[in-house]
């Protein structure tokens, strides 16, 4: 059995994210505060920041350009 942790994803205003995870809690990651590093500056761009979708283990950004796993969404969350 297959366990995925993300059910789906919203792309919001000013480089935020909302998630609702499969457990039934939801979260929205600022990601504005990691524009300036290295793995998340291209979602400075707001048409790709508005791509995003998940396939319930990484968020994807660009069709697979940018991924990123559930517990880097959380460490932005809780180290900003």
């Known amino acids: ?15 935020r ?20 590093t290295m793995k998340y500056a291209a979602l400075a761009d707001e048409a790709l920041f508005k791509t995003a979708e998940t396939d319930g283990d990484y968020v994807v950004w660009g069709g697979g350009r940018i991924q990123v796993t559930v517990k880097e969404l959380m460490e932005v969350i809780l180290l900003g």
């Not at 942790?5 to 919001?12: D, G, M, N």
């Not at 994210?17 to 300036?36: A, N, R």
């Open 17 to 36: 994210l909302f998630m609702e995870m499969e457990g039934g809690s939801s979260v929205t990651v600022d990601l504005s505060v990691k524009l300036d």
């Open 1 to 15: 059995m297959n366990t995925h942790y993300i059910k789906s994803v919203v792309p919001l205003k000013d480089h």
